[in-house]
Nanobody, 121 residues
Framework: QVQLVESGGGLVQAGGSLRLSCAAS??????MGWFRQAPGKEREFVAA????????YNVDSVKGRFSISRDIAKNTMYLQMNSLEPEDTAVYYC????????????????WGQGTQVTVSS
């Protein structure tokens, strides 16, 4: 059974940066992604990455500020978040599956517990 554990969230001022990590255990996933969910809103796709490093972003929400990467040897995925805005405040979830660079949550098979990111103005 694959397990995903996120880390790296926290409180940061607007304009600051954070790097989230998602460590996988129990297996290797072909495709991994990041989602986020703000209070009162639906879970939103942020970015996804394939085994070979291909990536896809929610351009509207991340606007070139976020970068997804993956260390296959460590079985870990990262999300570098720069120029953070209060609107980025949410619980960030990592997800894994085998369907490809998909943007819908129900296409992913495995989920982490989430890590809180709070951006103050």
């Amino acid at each position: 059974q694959v397990q995903l554990v996120e880390s790296g969230g926290g409180l940061v001022q607007a304009g600051g940066s954070l790097r989230l990590s998602c460590a996988a255990s129990g297996g290797t996933l072909s495709n991994m992604g990041w989602f986020r969910q703000a209070p009162g809103k639906e879970r939103e796709f942020v970015a996804a990455i394939t085994w070979s490093g291909g990536s896809r972003y929610n351009v509207d929400s991340v606007k070139g500020r976020f970068s997804i990467s993956r260390d296959i040897a460590k079985n870990t995925m990262y999300l570098q978040m720069n120029s953070l805005e209060p609107e980025d405040t949410a619980v960030y979830y990592c997800a894994g599956g085998s369907t490809g660079l998909v943007t819908t949550a129900n296409e992913y098979d495995y989920w982490g517990q989430g890590t809180q990111v709070t951006v103050s103005s």
